[in-house]
């Protein structure tokens, strides 16, 4: 039975560890879905938020965060979730990265606070009690849904509408060309020497050395720099759980994504290796 969404809250801010990477703290539900294990980030200079109850206004924001999860490491402790269901095994997601999210970021917001912009009020609550399939579909077409769904495995939990009217709503695009050009760049990593790395070696225990060297290979000797291992811990293994890498702001192809990466603060948590999981 799915626990009631404000006990769920309640429950992680009891459970997370003082030492969780904030990276969304003033969105609890993303919170939950990347608890991590580290060490807390030297202070930064936060952007301003919004008036209490506003949002933001689109197209404000000054790059994109690219963020990929491990889906076997994030069901780790939570199979009751439609997402972490039985059968998982043979899915996209049971060796591939799968899209967390695509987020419109401010410069040195590192709580990731820009959002909202233009939702009203009362779907801003259901999205904050974490009742997503509450909130009103955002109009994503029936293709670009079905491509979606693979790709993003929390759909199951209506992750999509989540997205869209936190993050995808200030981006400047349509829910169909937001959610496409997030398919896009999953897709294309999975293509890459990275992905490929990742593929291969779902189910073992990797180095970070090996797998930043894989990424080199896509984009170039220091590119390692712009990209960020993020790990939690099931006992004592560290277990690999998302990717996030900063992208310029100007839409590019996805087969360009070598030309869109920033530098990220931040190198991630994970230790010298660490795990991918497998279902």
């Not at 209506?158 to 169909?176: F, T, V």
Request: hydrophobic share 40%.
């Amino acid at each position: 039975m799915r626990i009631p969404a404000c006990l769920s809250i309640v429950v992680l801010f009891a459970t997370l560890p003082a030492s969780a990477l904030n990276w969304n703290q003033s969105d609890p539900v993303s919170q939950w879905r990347s608890s991590l294990s580290a060490a807390p980030a030297a202070p930064v200079a936060v952007a301003a938020r919004p008036p209490a109850g506003e949002g933001g206004v689109a197209g404000q924001f000054d790059s994109f965060v690219f963020s990929l999860e491990w889906t076997p490491a994030f069901c780790e402790g939570k199979p009751g979730l439609p997402e972490c269901s039985s059968g998982a095994s043979g899915r996209f997601d049971a060796k591939n990265l799968a899209l967390h999210g695509l987020w419109p970021n401010v410069d040195a917001d590192s709580s990731h606070s820009y959002g909202y912009c233009g939702v009203a009020a009362s779907v801003r609550e259901l999205d904050r009690a974490a009742t997503w399939c509450r909130m009103p579909a955002p109009g994503v077409s029936g293709g670009v849904m079905s491509r979606l769904s693979p790709l993003m495995p929390g759909t199951a939990s209506c992750l999509q509408n989540h997205e869209w009217y936190k993050h995808g709503s200030c981006s400047g695009l349509s829910p169909d060309e937001y959610f496409t050009r997030a398919s896009d760049l999953v897709e294309f990593v999975a293509r890459t020497n990275f992905g490929r790395f990742l593929t291969a070696h779902a189910g073992e225990t990797v180095t970070a050395d090996d797998a930043l060297a894989a990424f080199e290979k896509d984009f170039g000797a220091g590119s390692r720099g712009k990209v960020a291992l993020l790990c939690t811990k099931a006992g004592s293994v560290s277990l690999l759980l998302d990717v996030r890498m900063n992208l310029g702001k100007t839409p590019r192809p996805a087969s360009e994504l070598g030309k869109m990466l920033l530098p990220i603060a931040g190198k991630g948590n994970c230790p010298a290796s660490f795990k991918l999981d497998s279902f």
